[in-house]
């Protein structure tokens, strides 16, 4: 056998002694992911609602949804049904609570052959708990900053390797990395004027009007 071979073997039986032997949710661990880094590496981000308990075939599980609205995707997304999820927790699946039916959730997801999936590292988060202004990000500004990138700091020092990148520093500050204010409040943008340097930018806005707050709310 050559060494090729030899490795993806040695590779495979790890990963099956993980999953026969440890913990099965050992196998599983997600990188932290701004608001914006989800939004655009997704294929697909909607709001919707559980609406039926997971229903398991073979190594996936499908969930029954009712999709309230698309901020990424295409027209068809409006439709859609029913998302897919690997079984076991090893592989990272991700398990709906029953307890949780009928609230709204924004989704990030990635298209496989028509059917979209989603992981227990995918954003998925209550849209009753998003910020005015991550519902801001998700209408409005995720989209446009895209072509930045977001580079999470782990451990001081820390920086950056181009001007397209804004170091991402809730970990450090604030010893979580959801909810602090880069995540809740910011976006990482070109600058004005400036189309190659991205920086943060709040997404705050001093505009308290009616209309401004019932599009927020969509």
Known sequence: MDSAKMCG?????????????????EACSCAPSHPQTAYCNADVV????????????????????KTTKVYKGSEAMQELRFLHT?????VC??????????????????????????SACSF???WAQLTPEQRRGLSLDYSKGCSCQIVPCYSMPCSVD???????????????WNGG??????????????????????????????????????
Not at 162 to 173: A, E, F, K, R, Y
């Open 86 to 90: 690997p079984a076991m927790a090893s």
């Open 124 to 126: 998925i988060q209550p």
């Open 9 to 25: 073997f040695l590779a495979t039986s790890c990963v099956l002694l993980l999953t026969l032997l440890g913990d099965p949710t």
């Open 162 to 176: 181009s001007n397209s990148q804004c170091l991402w520093t809730d970990g450090i500050v604030n010893q979580m």
């Open 181 to 218: 204010s880069q995540d809740k409040s910011a976006a990482c943008l070109p600058k004005s004027g400036n189309p190659g340097l991205c920086t943060w930018q709040s997404l705050k806005s001093e505009k308290s009007g009616f209309l401004r707050k019932a599009r927020l709310r969509q």
């Open 46 to 65: 909607i709001r919707c609602k559980f609406v039926g308990n997971g229903t398991r075939s073979g190594l996936s599980v499908q969930y029954e949804i």
């Open 93 to 118: 699946g991700y398990e709906h609570k029953e307890n949780h039916q009928g609230e709204e959730y924004v989704i990030a997801g990635m298209l496989d052959n028509n059917l979209v999936r989603i």
